[in-house]
């Protein structure tokens, strides 16, 4: 008989009485014999494997749950309207959402072809073929919206500081006219544009950037007076027309503004590139701007020679003192601004030493290590250097 229990008598038998063992000599425990570990040790790495494998599925279905509860991730989109440097985009006839979606991208007009074809939302019949002006970095919507209109099909748009000659090529190739024909007009009919009294019978400076209808009826000389009116609105809207600082007249603070757009691409340098100019003309100082020799020779370069401040010509500001005869291009609302409110400061130069970096300072010392470092930048681009400047 088993020396551990007595038949009936169990621990676990509800009721029953618990005996002491006889008495005599303690039982002796049972070595668990080789086959009992065994089964433990694969008991026990049964059951790990168990913890693990739920585990792991546990994991991965929490991983699935969170993705999608996100949902698929949105198309790469921008925000607003836009910015920078207008576009012109032709939309062919028959364009699918994706390729005008391809054409947006492409032109650096959308972020993405998906942005734009979800906006769309397969209303492909809400966009008409034709030539729209849009702008760099728009959100697909609004985009989309420039596009939907049918009056935007043939716009005609003016960037911010295009000098007259661009203005006129866009003309005549939007028309389809003749090279050269908007120019021949706009001199041949300067008495009909609609010119202030207080300006230079020259349409430079005058012709409003912004973006203009064109229909069939569209003429060279329609659309130059459009432009010459929204100027004058804009003129007397920012106050330009009653002149401006150091007694300057309108016609001198649109020179003023013209060398401003020139020289800069936003607000905040604008105000200081413009206290520059005055700065330098109180003190009898030439003005030394690069964009007056640029336009002189007709050409857009960051890089001017010592042989090119030479030039004999009166846009040649590194040699005449006081501001070129007339503005060098059509500058925009900012650079307006600018030229009537100045940002104070005692700055005599200035230089982008490198895109998004210009640097203002009151000491030729200074500028002449800004150039320096200016010209090292361009070696380092490929580009070539410059005698400096304000």
Avoid at 154 to 173: H, K
Avoid at 321 to 342: E, Q, S, V
Wanted: charged letters at 15%.
């Amino acid at each position: 008989m088993d020396h551990d229990t007595l038949p009936g008598l169990t621990p676990g038998h509800l009721g029953a009485p618990v005996l002491e063992p006889p008495a005599g000599d303690p039982p002796v425990p049972r070595e668990p014999r080789p086959l009992d570990r065994t089964r433990l040790a694969c008991s026990l790495t049964l059951l790990l494997l168990l913890l693990l494998v739920g585990g792991t599925v546990l994991t991965i279905r929490q991983l699935y749950g969170a993705v999608a509860h996100q949902g698929p991730r949105p198309a790469a989109d921008y925000a607003g309207a836009g910015s920078g440097v207008a576009v012109q985009v032709s939309v062919p006839q028959g364009a699918s959402l994706t390729r005008i979606g391809e054409l947006l991208r492409a032109d650096g007009v959308v972020a993405s072809v998906k942005a734009f074809t979800e906006a769309a939302g397969g209303a492909t019949d809400r966009i008409q073929p034709g030539t729209y002006a849009l702008r760099h970095r728009m959100s697909a919507a609004a985009a989309l919206g420039v596009l939907g209109d049918p009056a935007n099909a043939n716009a005609l748009t003016v960037p911010e500081g295009w000098r007259s000659s661009a203005v006129f090529a866009a003309i005549d190739q939007r028309l389809g006219k003749p090279a050269g024909t908007a120019q021949r007009t706009a001199a041949d009919h300067a008495g009909e544009l609609g010119l202030p009294d207080w300006a230079a019978q020259n349409p430079e400076g005058l012709l409003y950037p912004a973006t203009y209808p064109v229909t069939g009826e569209s003429t060279p000389l329609g659309l130059l007076r459009q432009m010459v009116t929204r100027s004058g609105a804009e003129f007397r809207d920012s106050g330009l027309v009653q002149g401006g600082p150091n007694q300057l007249t309108p016609y001198q603070v649109l020179v003023v503004a013209s060398l401003v757009q020139g020289e800069s691409d936003n607000a905040d340098d604008m105000a200081m590139v413009a206290r520059v100019v005055y700065n330098r003309l109180a003190r009898g100082m030439p003005l030394q701007l690069d964009s007056t020799i640029n336009y002189a020779l007709g050409r857009t370069t960051l890089h001017t020679t010592v042989t090119d401040t030479q030039l004999d010509s009166p846009y040649n500001t590194y040699r005449v003192a006081g501001l070129p005869p007339t503005p060098i291009d059509n500058p925009g609302r900012m650079a307006l601004d600018a030229a009537l409110d100045p940002a104070p400061g005692d700055w005599l130069y200035f230089v982008t030493v490198r895109p998004g970096d210009t640097r203002f300072t009151d000491s030729e010392e200074q500028q002449r290590k800004n150039v320096d470092e200016f010209n090292a930048y361009q070696a380092s681009h490929g580009g070539s250097p410059t005698p400096g400047g304000p």
